[in-house]
Structures are given as C-alpha cells and as structure tokens.
C-alpha cells in the first residue's frame, strides 16, 4: 500500500542533543513536507521541498534542518538550537505543481520529547 | 485577526445527532477549502475538498462553503462514535499555495 512512513514514533531527547526524524513515501510524490503540531495551536509548517535537492523554510525553520537527496526521502533534523522541541511532528507529502500541491497525505507523526 | 478562527472544542453530542463544525476566515483570496480528521496519536487524513462556494457531499458528510460570508462548514449525519476525532479545517488561495489551517476542533460523539 502507498503511504507515507515516519520514524521512529516516539523519541526522548536529552536538551543539547541533535536528533532526526525519518520520513519516507512511496507514493510517487514531488511534494514534501514537515509540521509541528502542538495543542491549541494547530499545524505550523517547518520546512517543506517542491523538488529534489530543493528546499524552503517555512514559518517556523529556526533550530531545524532538513534534507532531501531522494524523492521518497525528507529527513527532519532537530538541533540543539531549537528552544522548545518537545511536540508532534508532521511528515506530508503532496503531487505538487500547479495543480495538486494542496492536497496532503500525512504520516503517522513522530512525537518527541526532550527530557 | 487570525487567518482562520476554529473553535477548539471539545463539542460533545450524542451518536446519531447532527454535529455542525466550522471556520471563519479573514482573506477573501481562498478559494480552495479542506476538512481533514485526526484521530488521536495519528496524522491527519483528508476528508472532503472542495472549490469555492457551495455544497459537497460524500455519503454522511457535507461540506458547505460561503464565500460570501468567509464562512465554511462541516456537517456529519447519523454521528458515530467512531467520528470522534479532531477536525481541522484548511484553505489555500491556489491549488499550488501555502495551506493554512485552523487549530481543529476536538468532537467526542458519545454512545
């Protein structure tokens, strides 16, 4: 079945540590993207790549990184700079282009928390 | 004025009522609007799509946008426990733009 597959689920991190976050799709997609979700304040895009070897920030990019060498693959790095990192974390991905860029299949999310 | 306004909930009705969710919204310029559900622990997952004004509907659901009124909801008939969830709606002034979505809306149907 196609979909997209985040890893792992749930991730503990002691602060000063840099830790990443999977995110694999084997739907064809162009489109990736990453959210953080947390409570009462909706999805707020972190980064997200049209295209390989192509990425934007988003609203939030501050103390993450991200890269994206495969289409199927956009891993999400959350550094020590980051100062509040414990939420739940989106991985999308969508066809893309002019005319299926906002229809979004998400992954299961990755939640961590920083100890 | 946020972009999209939703109201967190949690809204609680008894199964097999109709259960109303909505967003208002400030920029004229959407035109493309989404409801999606999260179960909990779970990502979201698209529920209906729709383009500017009117009506869709798709078995128990009905998504009903006002342009005019920068006003869109969500209907769900014959609520079963199974639907409780939380409901985040979404818009985007282009089929290729920036999504912005509001902060969902928490339904518990209680059996």
């Known amino acids: 079945d196609g979909g997209i597959t985040q890893s792992p689920k749930y991730l503990f991190r002691k602060e000063g540590q840099n830790v990443t976050l999977s995110c694999e799709q084997n739907?064809?997609?162009?489109?990736m993207y990453w959210y953080r979700q947390d409570p009462g304040q909706g999805l707020r895009l972190i980064y997200y790549?049209?295209?390989?070897?192509?990425?934007q920030k988003g609203d939030i990019a501050e103390g993450y990184s991200v890269s994206r060498e495969k289409k199927e693959s956009f891993p999400l790095t959350v550094t020590s700079a980051q100062k509040n990192p414990t939420a739940f974390y989106l991985c999308?991905?969508?066809?893309?282009?002019?005319?299926?860029?906002?229809?979004?299949?998400f992954g299961a999310g990755s939640r961590l928390t920083v100890l | 004025q946020k972009e999209v306004e939703q109201d967190p909930g949690p809204l609680s009705v008894p199964e097999g009522a109709i259960v109303s969710l909505n967003c208002t919204y400030s920029?004229?310029?959407?035109?493309?609007f989404m409801w999606y559900r999260q179960y909990s622990r779970k990502g979201p997952e698209l529920l209906m799509y729709?383009?500017?004004?009117g009506n869709k509907e798709d078995g128990r659901f009905t998504a009903q946008v006002d342009k005019s009124s920068k006003y869109i909801s969500l209907f769900i008939r014959d609520s079963q426990p199974s639907d409780s969830a939380t409901y985040l709606c979404?818009?985007?002034?282009?089929?290729?733009?920036?999504?912005?979505f509001g902060k969902g809306t928490r339904l518990h149907i209680l059996p």
């Open positions: 999308a991905s969508s066809i893309g282009g002019r005319n299926g860029a906002n229809v979004l299949t």
């Open positions: 739907l064809n997609h162009d489109a």
């Open positions: 790549s049209q295209i390989v070897n192509d990425f």
């Open positions: 920029n004229s310029a959407f035109q493309y």
């Open positions: 729709t383009y500017s004004s």
């Open positions: 979404a818009m985007a002034m282009n089929r290729d733009d920036k999504i912005i």
